[in-house]
């Protein structure tokens, strides 16, 4: 049974998965934090170049990682901080897109992992706005005011999911994951791989909705929502964002409607609770508390959850 795990945060210099510039590591053993790590890291080549979204939202600059290690040595010292244990990150699918990207952009092989996400977790555990990380940390009771720094996401999401065990009673991942019916992910040297989901739907992919790509991947973290936007996005338009939106099996939505499930709110760089929301987030919330399965992300975490 585990009891013991390692939370993980990457940052990544533009929008290219394969280009990861930060890592944090926090390890718990039996329950209890016991140590962490972290280091910047030099994207791989090819793609060291820096977005000025993501530079604003994390701080790092490419003189930052001048002298960083590259991916192949981060990689090897994270492997030897993980210890062979599983790893839990908050939007897993992001941080593991990370591994498998910069990997591919390397020619390595894929490092043998076990992993889960406190996010998923988040959503079986408390009826929530919105899922980001300040907001489950704030659920979890947690002080968490640095968010974007890799370590402190990491700790941050090992917060969360110890909470999330204390709230269900049990010090083993593995009871919590099996009494939520999520499953564990995975991934091998031989580039394969599965996500870490929820499983207590009825077997089967979801049908898609019309407009959404009915080619898409079930498992991806906007398959079969009907995403809103509200507030203009940095990184695109609103016409290439429902594009985007529609090929990963969303379908898009001009208004928050009883069948919104996700609002992406552009208003702000960084999503907290107490911030002042829009006529359409202020909508979400009132659906929320009606009862409604809705949730709203900002432009960083819809980024990560395209592809992911």
Not at 74 to 103: K, Q, Y
Not at 228 to 249: I, P, V
């Amino acid at each position: 049974m585990s009891s013991s795990w390692v939370a993980i945060d990457f940052e990544t210099a533009n929008e290219h998965r394969g280009s990861p510039c930060a890592v944090g590591m926090t390890k718990v053993v039996d329950g209890r934090i016991v140590g962490t790590w972290g280091t910047l890291v030099k994207p791989p080549a090819g793609l060291g170049d820096f977005n000025p979204f993501n530079v604003a939202i994390h701080g790092i600059t490419p003189v930052d990682v001048a002298n960083a290690p590259a991916w192949e040595a981060a990689l090897a010292d994270i492997m030897t901080f993980t210890e062979g244990l599983p790893l839990v990150a908050h939007n897993a699918g992001f941080d593991m897109s990370v591994i498998r990207a910069a990997c591919d952009a390397e020619s390595m092989a894929w490092p043998e992992l076990r992993y889960t996400c406190s996010q998923v977790v988040a959503r079986r555990t408390w009826k929530l706005l919105s899922y980001s990380l300040p907001y489950c940390a704030d659920a979890a009771g947690v002080a968490f005011t640095d968010h974007h720094d890799a370590g402190a996401d990491a700790t941050a999401a090992a917060e969360v999911m110890l909470a999330a065990m204390r709230s269900a009673e049990t010090t083993s991942l593995d009871s919590l994951l099996d009494g939520h019916r999520i499953r564990w992910g995975w991934m091998t040297p031989a580039s394969e791989w599965l996500g870490s989901h929820y499983s207590g739907h009825s077997a089967g992919p979801r049908k898609p909705l019309p407009g959404a790509n009915p080619n898409a991947d079930p498992e991806g973290a906007l398959y079969g929502a009907t995403v809103c936007l509200t507030g203009k996005l940095t990184s695109m338009t609103r016409e290439e964002a429902f594009r985007k939106l529609a090929w990963a099996g969303a379908q898009p939505a001009e208004n928050v409607t009883k069948k919104t499930g996700i609002l992406v709110s552009a208003s702000q760089a960084r999503l907290r609770p107490g911030d002042t929301l829009s006529g359409k987030a202020k909508k979400a919330q009132a659906l929320l508390q009606a009862g409604q399965d809705i949730e709203v992300i900002d432009e960083d975490e819809f980024l990560r959850r395209l592809d992911g």
